[in-house]
């Protein structure tokens, strides 16, 4: 069955202009960080720290994973280089649900209550929102901040806030779903769906639970969800259509592509998978039965990130890797700030 998510027939909205670095898309290793289509998947760490890890990003340098302890914890903060593995915890009060910047030198973190971490030259500070919710998705698009959350629980809850050039501005609170995860001009929740134009959101039709989004352009993207089965769907520039999920055997939470790459996907009970354009590619045997809520591209691999996420106690990390032959690393506690 195909999903039409149409916005109907005006003309599609003038996507944010971002031209950023990302990933390694831009990398200035001089090396060739095209993800192989021959890659072995591995378990890279299958379980450290106190906390499941939530998203990961980075712009050519050292991926930077965010997460905690989501039954009631602190936030924690892992770097990894390619070669080496190192996490913080305690880098904020409460757990910390995406990460995203301009450049390797400054980026955001943002989590529960409305923490916002913005770090810049190695230097933190904090941008807390004066919200409750929990700001679930952060993008930066060179000209501007967005954040997006809500509290799943309460109706009318969900919020998108914006920073410009006199600070962070709530755009629009009450919307009935919660928007979970903001990319380029789109936000896509739980039945909840927008454009950004300009500083403005224009609404369309999402009556899936959708967690991320993210695409090789703004006339081919991709977002991701479900509750009981997994859902996928693709955005050609002109309308939504599901993709088939045959080979998915659970709801999905990330997703990661870029431009001239395959879409990665993440989701619960170890689902990890490779889209190719005609059917999904997963590991051979299981590698992992935990919760995985991100993908993320670095130079010639890509990570999962995840944990033991439905856990009431004793949370951990866990990550996979797909990229040039397998690769297990130890963690160690990163050096003080």
Known sequence: MVLMLALGCRTPAT???????EAFSTADTGRDCS???DGEWSVLNESFGEGVLLAAWDAGGTVHLVGGDVAGGPGMLARYDGASLCYEMGVTERPLWWVHGRSRDDWYAVGERGTVLHVV?????????PTDITLYGVFDAGTAVWAVGGDPFTPGSGEVWRKGATGWAL???????????????????DRVGFRIVGDALEPFDQPDRMLTVRGRSSEDAY??????????SRWDGTA?????????GAPLNGVWTAPGEDVWVAGFSGT????TGTAWEVPPTPL???????????????LFVGGNLLSSSGQHATILRYGAGTQGLSATVCPAP
């Open 240 to 248: 939504w259509t599901a993709v088939d999920t045959a080979g998915l």
């Open 223 to 232: 977002t991701v969800g479900g509750l009981a089965s997994p859902l996928v």
């Open 35 to 37: 993800v192989p289509a």
């Open 272 to 275: 990890v998978a490779r889209w």
């Open 171 to 189: 755009v629009q609170g009450g919307i009935p779903g919660v928007p979970f995860k903001v990319w380029e001009d789109f936000v896509v929740g």
């Open 121 to 129: 030259d190695g230097v933190r500070t904090r941008e807390d929102l």
């Open 288 to 302: 992992s039965f935990e919760q995985f809520h991100a993908a993320w591209g670095t130079c010639g691999e890509v």
């Open 15 to 21: 996507p944010v202009e971002t031209d950023l670095p």
